[in-house]
């Protein structure tokens, strides 16, 4: 120690209060719902429009996200790539289990513009064959790729081992089924799903919230169709059993994944729970990250996080460990979840904790792209941006003792279902000295 | 042929600058739309400086960066940054080394305390150095070891293209260097790189500049003076015959090509620079760009296409030498050599053709949104504004951006693609090994 005074830390100013920006909502005669955000930062305005698209045929979805912005019967996909791009634009398609996403930005000028050419898309996606061939084979490309990947095969088997029978088990469609994918199966799946009952459009940035309405009104008034609802069962609860030892022979590292219980975000737990998710590995001041990474060495980014669903939430650890340490990180793993699930947290912790929580809330508002992230996954549960006030305010009033009890309820080790992709030939014989195992092919 | 433009807005972040009499350059550039602000600590080191013998160096000097400094113990950096409500994290790149937090904005005085005290001296100890390389090496794993096309293209170009140690070599190291490190080296590279004249601090989002002079001058006032060292010349002469080279990726299930070609000197030739940063977009940004439509689309001789300048993609933030490059990955029993000679045709065509009616247009327009978009962020503001003022002594370039970009002429972005010849193109094929 070289220092010849001490100095003190410096204290934190007064806390900001949390302040939601202000915003507009209509709901238009072909039940698409419109929220804009003034945020005037910069010059642009974010877009999302969430539909929701659960229990779609894997493949199918898959490809219509692939191929949506492919064409209409006015312009080609080039022309739409161009007609976005002269307003600074541009728009991409996701999918997950949940909803259909289109996203994009422009500047704020050409919002009218972007907006023309998504009820341009929403109503007259072509589908050309050409391009469908074109995109059906960099598909199967992708998921090849994406099925090298130790941290792909990892979470594809944590989802089957968590989900079952359930449409969440399966996110990924095969090669020879995305093969299979016709154009007009992609025009029926359109006419079937892409409707405005049910989706959110989002719309932030240098806006006036009520003009912002006003024009997804002129746009999109004429987007038609009745909603084919699909209502997707809840999620199963978890169910504990023996690791699952999946094999990916000379892998240099081992993929550590459990899932534990947890709740959507209106639940009364919730709060506490992302409270002890935090204390528990949620954030590099967390115990696990402390333990496993700088202690001891074991891996890089190790990092848990409660994610929420439509039909159901669940938490989830996962860290990239050394092949050698894998049987030891998994027991600190388990230690540190057992610590947290039987002895009350430090207060001084759960204070780190909370202000983290609260403090990374005003950084998640404080972009035009980050706010209309949050509005629109909001949007998708039926939240609005006033829940973000609530929130804070119970993660303000969880106690010491609140956030022991989500401790021992959710995050016990006895709960958690755990998979490990890696070398079985280096790894199966220490994972059995902690733990039954049951073992796969990857 | 002039033609109509979506007109190119601009921001007009204001701009505050001063150095200390230690040395140390500040910029401040307050926006009080938020409470949060950003604050980023720019030291004039990257990979290109690390000694023969210690590949990867610098970034794991960067991790020890964290490990605890004077007045704070190992894990007490992380713990007052994330208990004050903010994030953290450190880069390594080819020429600076960053150090930045996004925190709400009653943390300022907070975080400047914690960079200050790790600029007067980071706790350096045997212990903290041997954790930190097993964390390296698990970091080396997870990107490059343990995945397919791992450090493609940016570990496995530059040995391609140059010649000189600083230029070539792995910056994220060998584990027989990373190992063999010792708390000396640190301790000798803290004294020769880490000095206060050898670094900037940015401030932007939240502040009062007044207030916020006053507490960067309490917190960094002291800390010793020490003069920034003499950068090197890390000059190498141009390419004048085409370079190849092949690797086996075990892990790749398809193939993957990367090549690149040399660009001026993008701080002291930074107008002769600019066209080829747009000359990237024009090829690759998106469906309706050049080799999109020709490779992905037309020929399907690739899966995907990429573009960029330098070769952590970062245009603005990279000096001399450096590249424009293009990846592309390849379907199953792909032709590299058709690809790179289509690529050839393509820059031949666009030299003598020229861009088409509203081409360049709409590629400026959209190069605009993206600089826009990262500088809302009060962090990406810090950072390109330090970085802004390290390597040029013009922070307030990044205001300006967007225009620059938009100014860029045909014939310019013409002229550029005609320099991209086969003889000067360095490139790297990734053999897929890891066909199913």
Do not use: C
Not at chain 2, 1 to 19: D, G, H, L, N, S
């Amino acid at each position: 120690m070289t220092a010849t005074t001490v100095r003190p830390l410096p204290a934190l100013g007064p806390n900001r209060r949390l302040t939601v920006p202000k915003q507009a909502e209509r709901t238009l005669g072909n039940g698409l719902t419109v929220i804009a955000v003034r945020r005037p930062a910069v010059p642009l305005v974010e877009v999302r429009l969430w539909m929701p698209f659960g229990r779609t045929h894997l493949a199918r979805g898959a490809m219509l996200a692939q191929t949506m912005l492919a064409g209409t019967e006015a312009h080609s996909a080039t022309e739409i790539a161009a007609e976005l791009q002269k307003v600074g634009g541009g728009l991409s398609a996701g999918l997950d289990p949940d909803r259909l996403m289109l996203s994009g930005a422009s500047l704020v000028t050409g919002l009218d513009r972007m907006l023309e050419l998504l009820a341009e898309v929403l109503t007259g996606a072509s589908y050309p064959g050409d391009w469908v061939a074109t995109e059906r084979d960099r598909l199967v490309d992708h998921i090849q790729v994406a099925q090298s990947q130790p941290s792909h095969l990892a979470r594809t088997a944590l989802l089957k081992r968590i989900y079952g029978r359930h449409p969440y088990a399966v996110q990924t469609p095969e090669p020879d089924q995305v093969r299979a994918v016709r154009p007009a199966a992609l025009r029926k799946l359109h006419a079937e799903r892409v409707h405005p009952a049910g989706a959110v459009l989002v719309l932030v940035g240098d806006v006036r919230p009520e003009r912002a309405l006003d024009a997804a009104e002129a746009a999109l008034a004429g987007w038609r169709g009745d909603g084919h609802v699909a209502e997707l069962p809840p999620a199963p609860p978890l169910e504990p059993g023996p690791l699952l030892l999946i094999d990916r022979p000379g892998s240099v590292q081992s993929s550590l994944r459990l899932a534990l219980p947890a709740v959507p975000r209106t639940h009364p737990d919730h709060a506490a729970l992302q409270l002890a998710n935090l204390i528990f590995g949620g954030y590099f001041s967390s115990r696990w990250v402390e333990n496993i990474r700088e202690d001891k060495g074991y891996t890089y980014g190790p990092h848990s996080l409660v994610e929420h669903s439509v039909a159901g939430s669940v938490l989830v650890a996962g860290a990239e460990v050394a092949t050698e340490v894998t049987a030891p990180a998994l027991l600190e793993t388990s230690y540190e979840l057992g610590r947290l699930a039987t002895v009350p947290p430090k207060p001084d912790e759960l204070e780190q904790a909370r202000q983290y929580a609260l403090g990374t809330l005003q950084l998640g508002m404080s972009t035009q792209a980050g706010l209309a992230s949050l509005t629109s996954a909001y949007a998708g549960n039926g939240l609005r941006l006033d829940f973000l006030t609530e929130h804070a305010a119970r993660l303000a009033a969880a106690t010491v003792d609140d956030v022991a009890e989500v401790a021992a309820r959710y995050l016990a080790p006895a709960h958690a279902v755990t998979v490990v992709l890696g070398d079985a030939a280096r790894i199966a014989d220490s994972l059995a000295a902690l733990t039954p195992v049951h073992r796969e092919d990857a | 042929m002039p033609t109509r433009r979506a007109r190119i807005p601009a921001t007009k972040y204001p701009v505050e600058r001063f150095a200390l009499d230690n040395g140390l350059r500040v910029v401040l550039t307050p926006d009080r739309s938020a409470p949060v602000i950003g604050v980023a600590v720019v030291y004039d080191v990257g990979i290109r400086s690390e000694p023969e013998g210690r590949t990867g160096f610098a970034h794991l000097f960067e991790h020890l960066m964290f490990q605890g400094s004077e007045n704070l113990e190992k894990l007490a950096h992380f713990r007052h940054v994330q208990g004050a409500g903010g994030t953290f994290n450190g880069s390594t790149h080819l020429d600076y080394t960053d150090y930045f937090e996004t925190l709400p904005s009653n943390a300022l005085e907070r975080a400047l305390f914690l960079e200050a005290d790790r600029m007067r001296g980071p706790r350096l100890t045997e212990e903290n150095l041997r954790n930190q390389v097993d964390v390296v090496k698990e970091e080396i794993r997870v990107n490059v070891l343990n995945r397919p096309y791992g450090g493609f293209p940016w570990l496995t170009l530059p040995p391609v293209m140059f010649d000189t140690f600083p230029n070539a070599h792995d910056g994220y190291g060998s584990f027989d260097d990373l190992e063999s490190a010792t708390v000396a080296d640190a301790a000798d590279f803290f004294r020769r790189y880490y000095a206060s004249g050898n670094a900037v601090l940015a401030v932007s989002g939240d502040i009062d500049v007044a207030e916020a002079t006053a507490l960067i001058e309490r917190h960094f006032g002291d800390v010793p003076a020490r003069p920034a060292p003499e950068r090197p010349d890390f000059t190498e002469p141009d390419l004048t015959t085409e370079r190849r080279s092949t690797y086996t990726d075990a892990l790749a299930p398809l193939p993957a090509v990367a090549g690149a070609w040399r660009v001026p000197d993008p701080v002291t030739d930074f107008a002769g620079y600019l066209p080829y940063v747009v000359l990237a977009e024009v090829l690759t940004d998106g469906d309706a760009s050049r080799l999109v439509e020709r490779l992905v689309q037309r020929d399907r001789t690739v899966t995907g296409v990429g573009g960029y300048l330098g070769f952590m993609g970062d245009p603005f933030d990279v000096r001399d030498p450096t590249a424009l490059l293009l990846q592309a990955h390849l379907p199953p029993g792909g032709d590299v050599d058709k690809v790179l000679r289509t690529v050839d045709e393509e820059l031949d065509r666009l030299a003598t053709d020229g861009l088409v009616e509203g081409e360049l247009a709409r590629t400026q327009a959209r190069m605009a949104t993206h600089l826009l978009r990262d500088t809302d962020a009060v962090l990406g503001r810090a950072l390109r504004m330090a970085v802004l003022e390290q390597q040029r002594g013009e922070p307030g370039l990044l205001n300006d951006l967007p225009r620059l970009v938009g100014a860029v002429t045909e014939d310019q972005v013409r002229a550029a693609a005609a320099t991209l010849r086969p003889e000067r193109r360095a490139s790297v094929e990734v053999v897929a090994g890891g066909a199913q």
